[in-house]
């Protein structure tokens, strides 16, 4: 039985193809767009149509056909090289977009839905142009110019709407440490892979990624991505001599060890698989721990490989993602990345983000949104005068003025300071009119001086650190005639 929201998106997926000849159905990883897209099979067969379902990956051909297979759909064929379930009488064909282009056949069929609609495939859009309807499956279709193929979009379901309806799994980012990417260069809209794989590949680095995990990290079912082969031959390696059995799987690894390897990692053998790109979409493996060692721009890739660890499992509590790229710090967390129309190549993307950039919380080290921490419930204390931002420390305007009563107080203190530095009165007249608005109480040093508190001694450190700023930017210049901050003539009489 379908859930509400599949339901739903089957009905709207039929709504809309009545008026458009190609639809993209979004959904989050995990969501079942293979169960979707066997409801939306069964009803085309219903009516005597005859369907090809698409898939870009050559490892999808058998996942989709035993899926298929278990919605009762029986009588169905596959196009791919040589496979044995071969059968062009089939009223439905699995079928690699790689062999379908090779041969340049286009199947006569009623309907074409095709997986991983966000990729690119100049044979696909030919077929576009020959009349059958589609139906494009995907987690993100934010691909630049896909408007221009793809006529209506319908959304869902969010992430975020499946975490709160637990149909996928919560999970905590730690970003412990990232690799300098200053002067990188950019490739096809990414980080040039060359450049960055000489960056990551380094021994502190690695020795970071399995000290974190060993740490932080559950001990076990965990997908580790890496730049490149080398890079993932070197963390693998490292895990392997801290004693954790780690697998490794490539676009060239040939798909018998793949199906090993996975074998091992769920029986819990092996508890680390490296891999490079290739377990990015298409995997419904049960992974508990996310490792992100490879730095992207691309919210696309970034979405697909958070989208791995968040299926759900009996006694996952959550997935832990250990984030070694600083992607999250930049793109932000995955729940807040969404769009609600396919991009026609004309306009400058940008994600629908309503929440601000995850910083790292001061007290656990979770990523997390401003505000307390949503993993240990730590919160900020809020600081009254300054705040670091930037690296710069900025002064706050003030809820309320400072009251008469409340500038004599402060009076007094900077009097103190202004004595045991040995500055002369103007200093603390000047720094009150700063500080407060209010002028001296009395021209002369008050009878009764009392010791600085934080409020005072905040605002003063502040103005020194201004003060040394702006002499290193000024070159080393002293003129303090007309200003408050350090340092002050000595008071030499």
């Known amino acids: 039985m379908l859930r509400d929201y599949q339901q739903k998106s089957v009905c709207e997926v039929r709504r809309s193809a009545a008026g458009n000849k190609t639809v993209v159905l979004q959904l989050p990883t995990g969501a079942g767009k293979t169960v979707i897209a066997g409801e939306i099979i069964k009803r085309a067969l219903s009516k005597g149509n005859r369907v090809a379902f698409l898939v870009p990956f050559i490892s999808l051909i058998n996942q989709t056909f035993e899926s298929f297979y278990a919605q009762g759909i029986k009588h169905i064929g596959v196009v791919q090289s040589d496979h044995p379930l071969c059968d062009s009488s089939a009223p439905v064909q699995i079928c690699s977009i790689d062999t379908l282009a090779r041969r340049m056949a286009f199947p006569e069929v009623d309907l074409v839905v095709m997986d991983e609609a966000h990729r690119r495939s100049k044979f696909v859009q030919a077929w576009m142009k020959k009349g059958p309807h589609f139906i494009g499956l995907t987690a993100t279709p934010w691909t630049q110019g896909m408007g221009k193929h793809w006529q209506r979009l319908v959304v869902g379901a969010t992430t975020q709407q499946l975490i709160d309806e637990g149909y996928l799994s919560p999970f905590r980012v730690f970003a412990p440490s990232a690799p300098d990417l200053e002067g990188i260069k950019t490739t096809a809209g990414d980080y040039n892979q060359k450049q960055l794989g000489e960056r990551v590949n380094q021994t502190h680095l690695i020795a970071s990624i399995v000290e974190t995990w060993l740490e932080k990290s559950t001990g076990d079912k965990t997908l580790c991505f890496a730049v490149n082969r080398a890079h993932a031959k070197e963390i693998q390696s490292q895990f392997q001599a801290a004693g954790v059995e780690a697998g490794y799987i490539d676009a060239h690894t040939p798909m018998e060890e793949r199906e090993d390897v996975s074998a091992l990692f769920h029986e819990g053998i092996v508890k680390v698989v490296c891999n490079v790109g290739c377990l990015v979409a298409g995997v419904d493996w049960d992974v508990r721990n996310l490792i992100l060692a490879t730095p ?75 505000g307390p921490c949503p993993h240990c419930g730590f919160k900020p204390n809020p600081q009254s005068h300054v705040e670091v931002e930037d690296g710069e420390l900025q002064e706050l305007t003030p809820n309320v003025k400072t009251t008469k009563a409340e500038a004599d107080e402060i009076w007094r203190e900077l009097c103190h300071y202004a004595k045991s530095k040995g500055y002369k009165l103007g200093w603390a007249a000047h720094t009150l009119r700063d500080m407060t608005g209010h002028e001296p109480p009395t021209k002369f040093w008050p009878k009764r001086m009392e010791e600085p508190g934080e409020k005072v001694r905040n605002y003063i450190k502040y103005k020194n650190i201004k003060w040394a700023k702006r002499k290193t930017n000024a070159g080393g210049g002293n003129d303090f005639s007309s200003s408050s901050e350090l340092p002050m003539k000595r008071n030499v009489a």
């Open 296 to 370: 992207t721009k691309s919210e696309i890739k970034y979405v697909q490989m958070v989208g791995r660890a968040l299926r759900t499992a009996e006694g996952k509590d959550y997935a832990l993602i250990l984030d070694h790229s600083d992607t999250t710090q930049r793109l932000g967390f995955v729940t807040d990345i969404h769009r609600t129309h396919l991009d026609d190549g004309t306009e400058k993307q940008s994600s629908e983000r309503k929440e601000k950039l995850p910083k790292p919380c001061p007290e656990c080290g979770a990523l997390k949104t401003p």
